[in-house]
């Protein structure tokens, strides 16, 4: 529907949003980080705080398995899969090697059970059986992984398999991975996952002898950082320490990406660096959250007179501390909308402007969709006005 400039509603909250890329953006020179690559950002606006040799295409070891967690969270959110669903495990699945299940060919486990493995014990066998289930070959998921890769703007990035295992034109770079990792953390169901510290599952087959799996997280800032609540670690010989690190304090959810780190202590504390940055010198300003309702507006010609309109996903700024009362808002809306129209359907934008110059912007959608009134209907309604 085309917007109508015939009321543009403007919200002056007598904020001036001060950043841009270039003034958020920390040079190495500023400090460093003991890594090959690493990159910090906000996880709600995707801007980047900090980055050193972010576009070096790396392997990535288990942080891959960020982009099959992806997948599979896509494929449950469009009704393809669900957490019940059972997973029979093949024998191409079974021989992974490495972190794992354990798991043995035949035996059965729900999407709930190999998540919960890939989030806490970097199952490669669950990686595999995940991907055999959801598109039928490893190959296919992997695949669809390189396709979701070049949706999100991953150039860096080529996958080769959905867990990591050293495989010959398997990389990534820190930018890309936090791409991903931002993508991933959209999903509210995940961060039941990402946030387990220590759990336990039973694993073999029914007939035999079954072992009840210790599993603890292989991201220890899930236990000694205070707000940590995911992603995902790695390791490879060639790819080293790395990891990919969330946490939230206020509002504020920074995304911290760490390759090829010496050893694992480098890796957790150089991390844990970034993010005491990030928290330190930034805050999070929500303008708008998802679904949030914005203005209720006047319908013409509908069965319904009025409808909620909201925006279509969260809207935040990135501010540098102490500069939180400094954000311009506008709503645009028109004065009404004619039916007939369906629900998500663009009415309206809130814009977050910096001085005259637009640092960001969010639809604003209808709530439910209204159709066309017909005659009875309008009938119905002029009579009920005359007798008011």
Known sequence: MKLKSSKIIVFSICFILIFSNCCLLVSAQDFDVNVRAAILIDAASGRIIYEKNSHDKLPPASVTKVMTMLLTMEAIDKGAISLEDKVLISDRASSMGGSQL????????????????????????????????????????????????????????????????????????AYDISLMSQEL?????????????MSTMKVGLKNKTQTNLQLTNTNKLIRNYPG????????????????????????????????????????????????????????????????????????????????????????????????????????????????????????GEIILKKEDQEIGRVDIVTERGVKRANFLNMFTKLMKEVVQ
């Not at 493995?117 to 970097?122: L, Q, W, Y």
């Not at 953390?185 to 510290?197: A, F, M, R």
Request: charged letters at 25%.
């Open 228 to 347: 940590a609540n995911g992603i995902k670690t790695g390791y490879t010989s060639e790819a080293k320490y790395c990891l990919s690190a969330s946490a939230t304090k206020n509002d504020l959810t920074l995304i911290a990406v760490i390759l090829g780190g010496a050893t694992s202590d480098i890796r957790f504390n150089e991390a844990k660096k970034l993010l005491n940055y990030g928290f330190a010198a930034y805050s999070s300003v929500q303008i708008a959250k998802k679904n949030q309702i914005i203005d209720e507006m006047m319908v013409e010609k509908g069965k319904e007179t009025k409808v909620n309109v909201v925006a279509k996903e969260n809207l935040s700024a990135l501010v540098k501390k102490g500069e939180e009362n400094k954000v311009q808002k506008e709503i645009i809306l028109p004065q009404s909308i004619k039916a007939p129209f369906e629900a998500n359907e663009k009415i």
């Open 102 to 173: 354990y798991l043995e060919p035949g035996e059965e486990k729900t999407i709930d059970q190999l998540l919960k493995g890939i989030a806490v014990a970097s199952a490669n066998d669950a990686c595999v059986a995940l991907g055999e289930h959801i598109s039928g070959t490893e190959e296919m998921f992997v695949k669809k992984m390189n396709e979701k890769a070049k949706k999100l703007g991953m150039k860096d990035t080529q996958f080769m398999n959905t867990n990591g295992l050293p495989q010959e034109g398997h990389y990534t770079s």
């Open 185 to 197: 953390l959209k999903y509210p169901k995940i961060h039941d996952y990402l946030s387990i510290w």
